[in-house]
T-cell receptor
Framework: EPEVTQTPSHQVTQMGQEVILRCVPISNHLYFYWYRQILGQKVEFLVSFYNNEISEKSEIFDDQFSVERPDGSNFTLKIRSTKLEDSAMYFC????????????FGSGTRLTVV | DAKTTQPNSMESNEEEPVHLPCNHSTISGTDYIHWYRQLPSQGPEYVIHGLTSNVNNRMASLAIAEDRKSSTLILHRATLRDAAVYYCILNAGGTSYGKLTFGQGTILTVHP
């Protein structure tokens, strides 16, 4: 079954450093998303991306965050200057088209900011 | 987004059916009812969705009340691998880019 692949599975970074989290969505999917889950808390929407632009973003997704689809396969989330509170699991998700309801999520990247 | 209410936790024995309830009294006519689950240390996984009629797939069944103000996810024979957090989510499918708003979900424990 097709999968959404996220790398790395675990990243440790120092506060203030930039990190890039990488995702390879399913190849024929058109809609891409990032979510995060702080330990013990709910899964939270960050951003949706379609047709090479952001279609919706949450209040969490401030100027420190950016997303990019640099080529036909990768979808990245960049955090410019990490804070301790950015420590969380980050999940990438994709879906095929606007009508299809089911997302496919990746297994996540655990980001630890020290 | 319309809100859903689920029990915090439920328990089941292996190979028994499990009925996971969800209340969504403020559902609108265009809201689809989605169920996702999250196994330990995994990302959420799509289970099933429906609009008005009951739905079946290889993972589960979804029973939707006639007034659509509640629904029940049915696992016909629970296995240990079904132990997860189950989320009931409403989303205006087909009319938006499909942001999902997760609640706390129901933690399902399956006993051998």
């Amino acid at each position: 079954e097709p999968e959404v692949t996220q790398t790395p599975s675990h990243q440790v970074t120092q506060m203030g450093q930039e990190v890039i989290l990488r995702c390879v969505p399913i190849s024929n999917h058109l809609y891409f998303y990032w979510y995060r889950q702080i330990l013990g808390q709910k899964v939270e929407f960050l951003v949706s991306f379609y047709n090479n632009e952001i279609s919706e973003k949450s209040e969490i997704f401030d100027d420190q965050f950016s997303v990019e689809r640099p080529d036909g396969s990768n979808f990245t989330l960049k955090i410019r200057s990490t804070k301790l509170e950015d420590s969380a699991m980050y999940f990438c998700a994709s879906k095929k088209d606007r009508e299809f309801i089911g997302y496919t999520f990746g297994s996540g990247t655990r980001l630890t900011v020290v | 987004d319309a809100k859903t209410t689920q029990p915090n936790s439920m328990e089941s024995n292996e190979e028994e059916p499990v009925h996971l309830p969800c209340n969504h009294s403020t559902i609108s006519g265009t809201d689809y009812i989605h169920w996702y689950r999250q196994l330990p240390s995994q990302g959420p996984e799509y289970v099933i969705h429906g609009l008005t009629s009951n739905v079946n797939n290889r993972m589960a069944s979804l029973a939707i009340a006639e007034d659509r103000k509640s629904s029940t996810l049915i696992l016909h024979r629970a296995t240990l691998r079904d132990a997860a957090v189950y989320y009931c989510i409403l989303n205006a499918g087909g009319t938006s880019y499909g942001k999902l708003t997760f609640g706390q979900g129901t933690i399902l424990t399956v006993h051998p």
